[in-house]
C-alpha cells in the first residue's frame, strides 16, 4: 500500500473567500494567486465570471506552498466557538452539497496526523503518548475508510467509493417504555472526515506544528494497530475512571476482543465485576488505584485544553440537582414531561460501571434511556462527565417523602472510556512506558503493524 490521501470537509456556506499565496493551478489549468471568492448560485459554482460543476486549485511542486480559507468554525457547539482564518496544505477543492458550495482539503494521511497530534495534544506532552496517539488516530482513520466507505485498490492507490449516510444517531429499541440510542460517527457523503471535534480535530498549518507532534507522527510512519488481519476501530476518551468499558455498550451490539473491560493497572490485576449494582457503587464510590487517578496538573495539562483544566476532577466527581432543576432539564434535553422526577434507577451497567441503560421515573412517565452518551446528554445541559454514577436523594421533612428534593450524582471518569484512557496514558507516559507498551494495555491482543512505508 502507498501512502493514502485523506479527502476533509473544512467548511460550507453561500460562499467561501479563499486565497493564495504562491501560485496554485486552477482545474481548468489557469495559474491563480492572491484573493478569491466562489459563490453559489443555481445550483453551481460561480467563480471569476464562469459556473462550474466543481473546482478544485492544486499547489505548484513547491511542498512549502499553501491556501488559507477565510471563517473557518471551530469548536462547533461548544462554549468557546468562533470563527477564524485557517491555512492548509495539499489541494483545495469546492463542490456543491446541498444547496451551498463545501469546501474540501485533499492531503496526505501523514499530513494530516501531524496537524490532528498537534491540535489534540499538548506542547508538554510525552513523545510515548503522542506516539501512541499517532498510532490510534491513524488506525481509526483507517479503519473508517474501510468501514464506513467501500475501498477499492485502483494502480497501487487508495480510492474511496462512498455509502449512503445511515450510520449516525441510530435507534436500537424503543418499545416496552425505552428509548435506547447509540451515537457513532456519521458517514459524510462528499468527503471521509469533517475538520471539527466531531471526526478528529484538524486545523491544517494554521497553528505550528509542535516538533514532538512532528516526531511522532515520522516515528510510527505507516504503522496501526491490527487485530486478526483487521485494522483496529481504535476508540479513545479522556479518562476512564479506573475499568475499561466494552465497545458494544456504547455502541452497535458489536463485540471487539481488544476493547474488552479491564482494569487501568498495571501493578492492581482483579477488577470487580462493576455490571453488578453494588460492586458499581462501591467502586464508583471510592478512589481505587489506577494510571489515571492522578490530580498532577503537569500531566493533566498535557490532554486538556485549559479551559478544562478548571478542575482536576475527573476521576471521581459529584453533580447536585435541586428537583425543578432535574425536572426541568430533564424535560428541555429529552423533549418529554415526566412531571416531578421520583427516581433515577439503574437498569443495566458495563463493565467500567457506566450505565447502558437508566430508568427516569416521574409522575406523568417512566422511560428507560440508553446509551451511555444519551444518558449523559439527558442529564446535563451539555455532557456528563460519564454514565458511570450513583444516586443518592435527599427529601425535605415538610413535603410528601416520595418526591425528593434533591439528587446527587457521585461518578467516575470523563467520556465512554473504551480503548485508550488519555490521562491514563499520559501517566503511563511520565513513568517511562514505552508506546508499544501503552498500546497493548489499552488494546489488548492487539498488534502494531506498518501499512506503507
Known amino acids: 500500500m502507498t501512502e493514502p490521501q485523506i479527502v476533509v470537509g473544512i467548511l460550507s456556506g453561500k460562499e467561501i473567500q479563499f486565497s493564495f499565496p504562491d501560485e496554485f493551478i486552477s482545474s481548468d489549468g489557469m495559474a491563480i494567486s492572491g484573493i478569491q471568492q466562489a459563490v453559489y448560485r443555481k445550483g453551481k459554482i460561480y467563480w471569476q465570471e464562469k459556473e462550474y460543476d466543481e473546482l478544485s486549485f492544486i499547489p505548484r511542486q513547491n511542498t512549502s506552498s499553501f491556501f488559507e480559507l477565510q471563517d473557518v468554525t471551530i469548536g462547533i457547539n461548544f462554549h468557546w466557538e468562533r470563527k477564524e482564518v485557517q491555512r492548509f496544505k495539499g489541494e483545495l477543492k469546492i463542490i456543491v452539497e446541498d444547496d451551498k458550495l463545501t469546501a474540501i482539503n485533499i492531503i496526505s494521511i501523514e499530513d494530516y ?121 481504535a476508540r479513545f476518551s479522556k479518562c476512564c475512571g479506573g475499568a475499561f468499558e466494552e465497545f458494544q455498550n456504547c455502541w452497535e451490539n458489536v463485540r471487539h476482543p481488544y476493547l474488552i473491560g479491564q482494569r487501568d493497572s498495571q501493578t492492581e ?106 444518558i449523559r446528554r439527558t442529564l446535563s445541559t451539555s455532557h456528563l462527565y460519564s454514565s458511570a454514577f450513583v444516586v443518592d436523594k435527599e427529601y425535605k421533612e415538610e413535603e410528601e417523602q416520595e418526591i425528593p428534593s434533591r439528587f446527587i450524582l457521585t461518578g467516575a471518569g470523563w467520556g465512554h472510556g473504551v480503548g485508550l484512557c488519555q490521562i491514563g496514558a499520559a501517566v503511563m507516559g511520565e513513568q517511562g512506558y514505552k508506546y508499544e507498551e501503552i498500546l497493548s494495555h489499552y488494546y489488548p491482543g492487539s498488534t502494531i503493524e506498518r501499512q506503507y512505508k
Request: hydrophobic letters at 35%.
Open 269 to 374: 490485576n482483579k477488577l470487580p465485576d462493576l455490571t453488578v449494582e453494588a460492586e458499581a457503587d462501591k467502586w464508583i464510590r471510592t478512589s481505587p488505584v489506577a494510571f489515571c487517578n492522578t490530580q498532577d496538573k503537569k500531566i493533566l495539562s498535557q490532554v486538556l485544553n485549559n479551559y478544562d483544566q478548571e478542575t482536576a476532577d475527573f476521576y471521581r466527581w459529584k453533580v447536585s440537582y435541586s428537583q425543578e432543576e432535574l425536572s426541568e432539564l430533564i424535560h428541555k434535553r429529552s423533549d418529554i414531561d415526566f412531571g416531578k422526577i421520583i427516581d433515577l434507577i439503574p437498569i443495566e451497567r458495563g463493565t467500567s460501571g457506566r450505565l447502558v441503560r437508566l430508568k427516569i421515573v416521574g409522575t406523568l412517565r417512566t422511560l428507560t434511556i440508553g446509551k451511555e452518551l444519551e
Open 113 to 233: 496526523l501531524t496537524s490532528v497530534i498537534s491540535s489534540e495534544m499538548s506542547a508538554t506532552a510525552s513523545l510515548e503518548l503522542l506516539k501512541a496517539h499517532a498510532v490510534i488516530s491513524r488506525s481509526w482513520l483507517l479503519n473508517k475508510l474501510r468501514v464506513v466507505n467501500k475501498l477499492r485498490v485502483e494502480n497501487g492507490e487508495l480510492r474511496v467509493t462512498m455509502q449512503p449516510d445511515n450510520a449516525a444517531h441510530s435507534p436500537l429499541s424503543t418499545l416496552h417504555s425505552q428509548l435506547i440510542k447509540w451515537y457513532d460517527h456519521e458517514a459524510h457523503k462528499n468527503f471521509d472526515v469533517c475538520a471539527d471535534d466531531h471526526c478528529q480535530r484538524y486545523q491544517g498549518i494554521t497553528r505550528a506544528s509542535t516538533p514532538q507532534a512532528v516526531e511522532a507522527v515520522s516515528a510510527t510512519r505507516g504503522e496501526v494497530l491490527m487485530y486478526e488481519g483487521k485494522i483496529c476501530d
